[in-house]
């Protein structure tokens, strides 16, 4: 199947700087990604939609302006987790979705990135 | 809109037996219904999905799971568990329509007790 993959696994940063997590789909282009957050023992919460050559579509309570996502190519989206703060900290995960057999769309997950604010 | 709810957060069973994980889901559409399975500080790996045809589907790892339209439930069931299928199991829904944003439910903790 599809890879989806994600860097960095895992980053520490310092609160009030910036980090950048790549998501890229290895081997298919995909016009839209999406970026999930989840929290330790929780759900993965959908953030926003990730459109190639629009803006994002960001979910409800979720700042656009914290969260900076940009769809730089067919296969790369970046989230910019700006001025962070520890309660950034969590696991970060991106999907894409990819076009199967008949009109069947799989959806395809990266491995998540965590993140921790100190 | 879609949502998904699992009712156990956590299931602890014996290694050998039989489990199930229930989730019912409340959608305006039709959906596809999906499980996942995801280890410590991993991603999520597809156990099994529904979009069509055979109301029961079987995965991988021995699961399978079945789904009820008239009780909007996809609950995921094996007959013989391993020390290895601890982990946290998610039922997620996408809209048949797009098939892009999935919906998952709150997760449930299943530890196998030797």
């Known amino acids: 199947g599809a890879v989806v993959s994600q860097h960095p696994s895992w980053v520490i940063c310092k609160s009030g700087t910036s980090v950048k997590i790549e998501c890229r789909s290895l081997?298919?282009?995909?016009?839209?990604m999406f970026w999930y957050r989840q929290f330790p023992k929780q759900s993965l919460m959908l953030m926003a939609t990730s459109n190639e050559g629009s803006k994002a579509t960001y979910e409800q309570g979720v700042e656009k302006d914290k969260f900076l996502i940009n769809h730089a190519s067919l296969t790369l989206s970046t989230l910019t987790v700006t001025s962070a703060h520890p309660e950034d900290s969590s696991f970060y995960i991106c999907?894409?979705?990819?076009?199967?057999?008949?009109?069947?769309?799989?959806?395809?997950f990266g491995p998540g990135t965590r993140l921790t604010v100190t | 809109a879609q949502s998904v709810t699992q009712l156990d957060s956590q299931v602890p069973v014996f290694e050998e037996a039989p489990v199930e994980l229930r989730c019912n889901y409340s959608s305006s559409v039709s959906v596809y219904l999906f499980w996942y399975v995801q280890y410590p500080n991993q991603g999520l790996q597809l156990l099994l999905k529904y979009l069509s045809g055979s109301t029961l589907v079987k995965g991988i790892n021995g699961f399978e799971a079945e789904f009820n339209k008239s009780q909007t439930s996809f609950h995921l069931r094996k007959p013989s568990v391993h020390i290895s299928d601890t982990a946290e199991y998610f039922c997620a829904v996408s809209d048949r329509g797009t098939g892009n944003q999935f919906y998952f439910g709150t997760g449930t903790s299943l530890t196998v007790i030797p």
């Open positions: 081997d298919f282009q995909a016009t839209t």
């Open positions: 999907s894409a979705p990819q076009w199967a057999s008949g009109s069947k769309r799989e959806q395809y």
